[in-house]
């Protein structure tokens, strides 16, 4: 007869243990191990952020208002945690802290309880803002012409008097509420104590007029924004050599607008109003931040940003062109736009820029899938990274311009 | 003295009875894992029961769901005095994630009194064991006070 296991049951019998033999023999948690919470309360700085985030509630603050400041205790009760360390990556300040002890044994609520109590003093002044005397009434003069302004070296934000239209966007998407922007005044408050120097606001920034460490430093001009509202807009066919307002904000061009409402929709300070059935469009100067956004997503190219060449010129510009070059490479399989070009599609199906009918519009890098493309409105710079594209053509159909050759 | 043995040898081995409470299965593949031979928590005299009427001590994972909670209040009443509850994971004792919907009747403390709360999400099996270890004490004390 076969006893199939005597052999190695005998043998097992002088071997180690696989039992880990826990309680007897310490056992330590792997590197990365989200255990216990750890609060640093001398680090926090109360932007909530931790509260905002936790998916389970967990997190939840007392605050007591005493003569030295606000006294504020922040809890962290675990029992509630998933542990998926999201109020860590989101403080700014690593004022959270997940250790490797895995130890959460409670038999009272309390014991899961973790909690920091620290002081927020208030203000001592008003908080200087970063660039210059940008709180004064006016804020542009006050900034005179040639003066850079560098990022800060603590992380925090830097507004360009110059380049800021008061559109207030960075205030409301500010996660920490430390930014006040006051469109009438002309003025841009940061609260130092506030602010996480997260970006968010350079972000959001239709102007690009903050500037975050990292950012190049900015010389600022002649400020000449704000230009009287030049030719108001119901001048359809006034401007015989150039259309457009000289402060970038947008002109409709009756003809060809079909009131369709998507400059309404898309426009990001919400400073159109469209009407279909009245055929009305309308323009609130006060938002309006100039951002080109309503030109860039008009179907029917009816509205213009900033000071253009009339439009009977840029049609047709494009036709004339390809009767020079009689190269006449073999054109983008959909581009039927334009017959020949000195232009032609790279070999390694990857897209090219045509920069005579670039408008800079920045769809194509904002419907990147892999983010390949950086495009700068202001500088008029087109730039693809090589080794992140993968070809897929994305940004050529997306181009409202068919300025892409793939 | 034949019924001082039987106590004796039941507070030195409390037999689990685990009930899912609407749990995500993650708590209940780690109990799970506290059986096997790697953390064998059956050296410690811990064992699965069938039945909670065999049990010392109830294991509640998941955040107690409207449709299970009369299921858990009920299989608790089953298991004989002096019984220890074990909420583990952070569903049972809070809800978790899942606090503040329609379908989340917990946490479990509101309906029964909850002995050992093993916090984590899920809690590693060498927790578990630590809050079974703590469970037993508190079943041998509970236990002489019934005398």
Redesign the interface.
Known sequence: MDFPFVKEAISSLFQKSSCDMYPVKPSEAAPNYRGRIVFHPDKCINCMMCERVCSGNAITHTSEQTPEGERITRTFYLGSCTFCATCMDFCGHGAIEFTRDYHMIATKEEDLMVSGTFLKKPPVKKPKPAAPAAPKAEAKPAVAAGTVIKPRDDGKPVQVPSKCVYCTICAKKCPAGALTVDRAAKTWTLDEDSCVGCGTCAEACPKKAILMPGDEPVTVEAAAPAAPKAEAKPAPAAAPATIGREDGKPVQDPDKCVYCTICAKKCPAGALEVDRAAKTWKLDEDSCVACGTCESVCPKKAIVCGVQDAPAAPAPKAEEKPAAPAAAPVEAPKADEKPAEPLKPRDDGRPLQDPSKCVYCTICAKKCPVGALEVDRAAKTWKLDEDLCIGCGTCAASCPKQAILY | MFKKLIEESTGKSPWLFHINAGSCNGCDIELVSVLT????AE??GFKLSGTPRHADIVVVTGPVTQQSLNRVLRTIEQVPEPRCIVTMG?CP?????F??SYAIAGPLSKYVHV???????T?????V???L??ATE?LREKRRAMK
């Open positions: 031979p790697r953390y064998d050296r410690l952070s004792q809070s809800g978790n994630v606090r503040g002995d050992v709360d093993v916090a984590g999400c809690p590693k099996p060498e927790a064991i630590d809050g270890v703590k508190i």
